[in-house]
């Protein structure tokens, strides 16, 4: 195997990434080698998808599993071995159904159908032996010797972000949300990789076009969940738990919350959230459910602590999933694109098993002194005040805006976000989004004239919010985002927040701070060329860099 996708990634050697029998996350050789697999059957659908669109017979089908598959192979998200098997079979079923269309739509047409090559003219193995052997010559750094680094690292630069949009399009498509535009330009960008580029420049403006087609998925995503479930309202959480039969909810899939919630209903079992799905309390008609009645634990890097002393079984949606720990092995359940050897999965949201073994579950025995935290913090609710907002900044009385947002995790480094957010001057508000946020949500930081100074913006997928009240504060004082009295301190994790970061730079964000390391598939050259570029900066120390935010001059 060789990945070197997160951040997590093994950097003991001269060139950083896994490439051992087993990688930091846990994935080991074989389901590594699948995924590659995978990928690269995934890029055959594309280049007849891509072409069928053309004659105007697209197969949304087809991109459907797609955007599946593609998620099921970012960090932390599948490690089945036998699944990746499954998914590869259905993947080369899929292209030869998308290529007998655009054949036929080419025909009839009077064209002459492209004879493509690549992944277009690849079939599977029969059997997994025989698809690892073929596994070793389509990984990410296929032809290193041939290329050089830059190139294969602008290669995984496309694809990663490309695995993060996937996943963003696949939580709207769950909720009902497609859209042929997004489908259309998922398609070009993986019809492109199956041609093995090396053109820098190609690769670079690919990366920005993709992070236009993320601002449309994250958009789509917005108007899915604010559509199913209102827009966020501030609101208090408890972050205690209380006396009663218990089932935790972790991942991002809000849908999946729904359908247990409403299957839980009068057994007198509580819901609790975990992780990225805090935001959940958010929106009124999830929060409408009495036994959803809190959030339990953290980020997901201490859920096999957190976990094993959960009294209950625990549901893992969408993503962040690492090794179930024997104490909990046998009540963690898994659905959507998440599995794990041995560990049960929940394909069809009937959660029947789940409830079963809550109710065999002691639960938790008493009530625990309240303590909570306030969440709902999404475009909706800032813009809804975005007068008192821009007042407090005429003023004076609010000097600067922080965005301290993105994946937590458990590298060195991390309690840089936390010193960050609590050191940040008072007259200054500190707005966030993911599990970043868990470094310092619980830290009394007051308000401003009544606007309070913490401003939890949702999920990483809620990243769409930050960007309008950025654009809806820089129309209000008639001047561009990177004049704002605004930084932009991210930390990354996976390929999720590769996706959001295309978005910033393809809208021309600038000054972004990123850590808590760059991803090591970013060369010395192609950082160089993102800090000339765009302005990326790694971050510091947390005085420094905000005493250099606070007084960064505007070109």
């Known amino acids: 195997m060789f990945c070197y996708q997160c951040e997590q990634t093994d950097r003991s050697d001269v060139v950083s990434g896994c490439a051992t029998a087993k990688g930091m996350c846990g994935k080991d050789a074989t389901t590594s080698d699948l995924q590659d697999l995978l990928i690269h059957g995934v890029k055959g659908i594309a280049q007849y998808a891509k072409r069928a669109r053309a004659l105007n017979v697209p197969d949304n089908g087809a991109d459907d599993f797609m955007l599946y598959a593609m998620f099921t192979t970012l960090t932390n998200v599948n490690f089945n071995a036998t699944r990746f098997v499954t998914l590869i079979q259905e993947a080369a079923q899929i292209r030869d159904r998308v290529k007998s269309s655009y054949i036929q739509a080419a025909l009839a047409s009077g064209l002459t159908p492209e004879q493509l090559t690549g992944p277009a003219t690849w079939q599977p193995a029969d059997d997994m032996d025989g698809m690892l052997k073929q596994a070793a010559s389509v990984g ?10 830059d190139i294969i690292g602008l290669r995984s630069l496309v694809l990663y972000g490309l695995k993060g949009v996937c996943a963003y399009a696949h939580h709207a498509y ?15 960008a993986l019809d492109f990789l199956s041609n093995d580029p090396t053109d820098g420049e190609a690769l670079l403006n690919q990366a920005m076009a993709l992070g236009t087609v993320n601002l449309a998925v994250m958009a ?25 039969k218990a089932i935790l909810v972790s991942g991002h899939d809000l849908g999946d919350l729904a359908a247990l919630l409403e299957q839980t209903q009068g057994t007198g079992i509580n819901i609790y959230t975990h992780g990225e799905m805090l935001p959940a309390h958010a929106y009124p008609k999830l929060k409408a459910y009495p036994h959803l009645v809190g959030n339990y634990g953290g980020a997901w890097q201490d859920q096999q602590r957190e976990f094993a002393e959960f009294p209950g079984p625990i549901l893992m949606t969408s993503n962040c999933i690492i090794e179930p720990q024997p104490q909990y092995r046998q009540r963690i359940f898994t659905a959507g694109p998440v599995g794990w050897p041995g560990v049960r999965h929940i394909s069809n949201k ?30 909706d609710a800032v813009l809804g005040v975005a007068d008192k907002v821009i007042d407090a900044v005429k003023s004076g009385a609010i000097r600067h805006f922080f965005l ?9 480094g991390r309690n840089y976000y936390t010193e960050f957010a609590e050191q940040a001057p008072k007259d200054t508000v500190v707005m966030t989004l993911g599990c970043n946020k868990y470094r310092f949500n619980q830290h009394d930081f007051g308000d401003i004239g009544g606007i309070p100074r913490l401003l939890d ?12 009240i950025a654009t809806a504060l820089a129309g209000a004082f008639e ?26 730079l393809s809208l021309g964000i600038r000054n972004i701070r990123l850590g808590p390391t ?16 765009f302005g990326l900066m790694p971050i510091t120390n947390a005085p420094a860099d905000i005493e250099a935010s606070l007084t960064r001059k505007v070109a």
């Open 140 to 149: 990410i750094n296929t032809g290193l010797d041939q290329v050089g680094p």
């Open 174 to 188: 769950v909720l009902g949300k497609e859209s042929e535009t997004i489908y259309a330009g998922i398609e070009d």
């Open 220 to 244: 789509l995503l917005d108007e899915a969940n604010t559509g199913t479930f209102g827009a966020q309202q501030p609101t208090q959480v408890r972050v205690t738990p209380i006396k009663g």
């Open 350 to 379: 009937n959660f029947a098993p789940m409830i079963q073994a809550a109710q065999a579950l002691p639960g938790f025995k008493d009530d625990v002194s309240e303590k909570s935290i306030t969440v709902g913090f999404g475009r």
């Open 404 to 412: 301290i947002g993105g994946c937590d995790g458990a590298a060195p």
């Open 457 to 468: 913006l949702g999920q990483c997928n809620d990243s769409y919010s930050a960007i309008k």
């Open 479 to 504: 001047c561009g985002v990177n004049e704002l009295p605004l930084s932009l301190i991210v930390s990354w994790f996976e390929q999720k927040a590769a996706a959001v970061l295309l978005t910033l």
């Open 518 to 533: 760059l991803p090591a598939f970013l060369t010395p050259n192609l950082v160089q060329v993102l800090v000339d570029k």
